[in-house]
Nanobody, 124 residues
Framework: VQLQASGGGSVQAGGSRRLSCAAS????????MGWFRRAPGKEREFVAA???????YYADSVKGRFTISRDNTKNTIHLQMNSLKPEDTAVYYC???????????????????WGQGTQVTVSS
């Protein structure tokens, strides 16, 4: 099972970026999936999650700016990031859980599979 994150890069503050995470090796159509990030010198933190019914959850810091979605035909999830800020600079990781839905969706220990990460750098 592999999760391949892509779409990272450099962008100016106020700009947008779209991250994708493609799963291979099995289908994740009915699995809870999420995005986390790790900024320099900080611990990994929750960004967004989506369950099997496409119910979405967001960290307060990104609510209203980021949108998580899933494309089950391509076994892929996306993270549309708008109005980016310098504090959004981080390595972004996608993750998948075995469960359809998890209660503690913001806890990284609830996820079973992780992608390699993609760097997003927002300059002021």
């Amino acid at each position: 099972v592999q999760l391949q994150a892509s779409g990272g890069g450099s962008v100016q503050a106020g700009g947008s970026r779209r991250l994708s995470c493609a799963a291979s090796g099995r289908t994740f159509k009915t699995n809870h999936m999420g995005w986390f990030r790790r900024a320099p010198g900080k611990e990994r933190e929750f960004v967004a999650a989506i369950n099997w019914k496409s119910t979405t959850y967001y960290a307060d810091s990104v609510k209203g700016r980021f949108t998580i979605s899933r494309d089950n035909t391509k076994n892929t999830i996306h993270l549309q990031m708008n109005s980016l800020k310098p504090e959004d600079t981080a390595v972004y990781y996608c993750a998948a859980a075995e469960a359809l839905a998890i209660t503690h969706y913001s806890t990284d220990a609830e996820y079973d599979y992780w992608g390699q990460g993609t760097q997003v750098t927002v300059s002021s």
